[in-house]
């Protein structure tokens, strides 16, 4: 089935040390994005690709950052994790910018130690 | 302007009750209004979806609502199930797809 795979599903890492977060989609969409979604909040946009064209949120920190080496993947990188970062990284792919067929991966959940 | 309000912040239904979760937008641009569904653990998954051309789409339980002037739409679910307990987020954005805007959610249970 064509979806959004993201890898891995828990994370742990050590405060202050560089993490990525993997994201693969299968369904040839244009866009990707990023969102940061704390505990019983709504998901936070941190940036998003379309095609090769990075765009970031205003109020996304630079410590978080991402790549996009093709159609099918993207990757955040966080380069000196907080506490703070600690939260549910969803990556969701659509069509176009008209936001059609918006698709969430399952998550990956970053713990910080 | 960007913001999109969500209402209420938890519901609790019984089997087979109606649940009802409202939201209201400001940002006139806006022009397609999704809601998600989102189990613990899980990424949120599309449920329905509805764009300002129409007042109300329906799919199996769940209708859209959708009251263009007054900028609000609403998310019913019929006969709710305790499988529907989830946290339920309306979402909105414009032909761009730019700052695609969640509401805050809503936490549904639904009780046997």
């Known amino acids: 089935d064509a979806m959004v795979i993201q890898n891995p599903r828990y994370q742990v890492t050590q405060f202050g040390k560089p993490v990525t977060l993997s994201c693969s989609q299968t369904l040839n969409h244009n866009v990707m994005y990023w969102y940061q979604q704390k505990s019983s909040q709504a998901p936070k946009l941190l940036f998003h690709?379309?095609?090769?064209?990075?765009?970031n949120e205003a109020d996304t920190p630079d410590n978080f950052q991402s790549r996009r080496p093709n159609t099918s993947f993207c990757f955040l990188d966080i380069r000196s994790p907080g506490l703070g970062d600690a939260a549910m990284y969803l990556c969701?792919?659509?069509?176009?910018?008209?936001?059609?067929?918006?698709?969430f991966g399952s998550g990956t959940r970053l713990t910080v130690v | 302007q960007q913001q999109v309000k969500q209402s209420p912040q938890s519901l609790i239904v019984q089997k087979g009750g109606i649940s009802i979760i409202n939201c209201a937008y400001e940002n006139t641009a806006f022009d397609y209004f999704p809601w998600y569904q989102q189990f613990p653990g899980k990424g949120p998954a599309l449920l329905i979806a509805i764009r300002p051309d129409v007042s109300e789409k329906k799919e199996g339980r769940f209708t859209i609502s959708f009251n263009k002037s007054a900028k609000q739409f609403s998310l019913h679910i019929m006969d709710s199930q305790p499988g529907d307990s989830a946290t339920y987020f309306c979402a909105a954005t414009n032909q761009y797809g730019q700052n695609f805007v969640f509401g805050p959610g809503t936490r549904l249970s639904v009780l046997p």
């Open positions: 690709y379309y095609d090769k064209d990075f765009n």
């Open positions: 969701a792919t659509s069509r176009d910018v008209t936001g059609s067929g918006y698709t």
